[in-house]
């Protein structure tokens, strides 16, 4: 059973930094490319970024170009994103997700939100 665990949310100042983990298990972790969405307030869900098998390619969708960085430890079967320069407009809660057995399993997400 696919089991995606997100931590690490919380509440920061604007211009502030926070670090998401998802911890994985149930499938083999180093066999899929793992991702990051949000979904704020009112908002559909919108991509974040997303990394390759081995971590050599990452890919970031426009609101985190330059400020977020994904990253994985598949010995441990976690992804993380660092969060920095952090604005009012990146709250969220914020899933991580991999797409196998035909479907796209996400976890509970964590809530980020970023006072001005």
């Known amino acids: 059973q696919v089991q995606l665990v997100e931590s690490g949310g919380g509440l920061v100042q604007s211009g502030g930094s926070l670090r998401l983990s998802c911890a994985a298990s149930g499938f083999p972790f180093a066999n899929y490319p793992m991702s990051w969405d949000r979904q704020a307030p009112g908002k559909e869900r919108e991509l974040v970024a997303t990394?390759?098998?081995?971590?050599?390619?990452?890919n970031y969708e426009e609101p985190a170009k330059g400020r977020f960085t994904i990253s994985r430890d598949n010995d441990k079967q976690i992804v993380y994103l660092q969060m920095d320069s952090l604005t009012p407009e990146d709250t969220a809660i914020y899933y991580c997700?991999?797409?196998?057995?035909?479907?796209?399993?996400w976890g509970q997400g964590t809530q980020v939100t970023v006072s001005s």
């Open positions: 990394i390759s098998v081995g971590g050599g390619v990452k």
């Open positions: 997700y991999v797409r196998n057995y035909g479907r796209v399993n």
